[in-house]
């Protein structure tokens, strides 16, 4: 299992920028699927953003956040990043990164249960 750090996480306003970051604890770490989720106090965890293995050519976002986030991944750094562009209030949630082998097509329809490592999770507000 891939342990998980996500960072960059805070209080930002309406129309604001974040980015953040997940730092992953694995050699093969290029072949793992990465992906964003989120979870609103409330609500189920529902998927961001995804990231294909290896070369990270693939992505794919959630409707409510396509054309204002963007998922990348680093290889030699063991890291993906989230940029978060023209935040909303309603992106306010728990950001988790999320880890798999897969392999699975890099789809908008992705769910939390096929992804088998997580992080802790970090807060992003966004005030109105």
């Known amino acids: 299992q891939v342990q998980l750090v996500e960072s960059g996480g805070g209080l930002v306003q309406a129309g604001g920028s974040l980015r953040l970051s997940c730092a992953a604890s694995?050699?093969?770490?290029?072949?793992?699927?990465m992906a964003w989720f989120r979870q609103a106090p409330g609500k189920e965890r529902e998927f961001v953003a995804v990231?294909?293995?290896?070369?990270?050519?693939?992505?794919n976002y959630a409707d409510s956040v396509k054309g204002r986030f963007t998922i990348s991944r680093d290889n030699a750094k063991n890291t993906v990043n989230l940029q978060m562009n023209g935040l909303k209030p309603e992106d306010t949630a728990v950001y988790y990164c999320?880890?798999?082998?897969?392999?699975?097509?890099?789809?908008?329809?992705?769910?939390?249960?096929?992804?088998?490592?997580w992080g802790q999770g970090t807060q992003v507000t966004v005030s109105s």
């Open positions: 999320a880890a798999d082998l897969g392999p699975f097509g890099v789809s908008s329809r992705l769910t939390a249960d096929m992804f088998r490592s």
């Open positions: 694995v050699r093969t770490f290029a072949n793992y699927y």
């Open positions: 990231i294909s293995r290896w070369s990270g050519v693939s992505t």
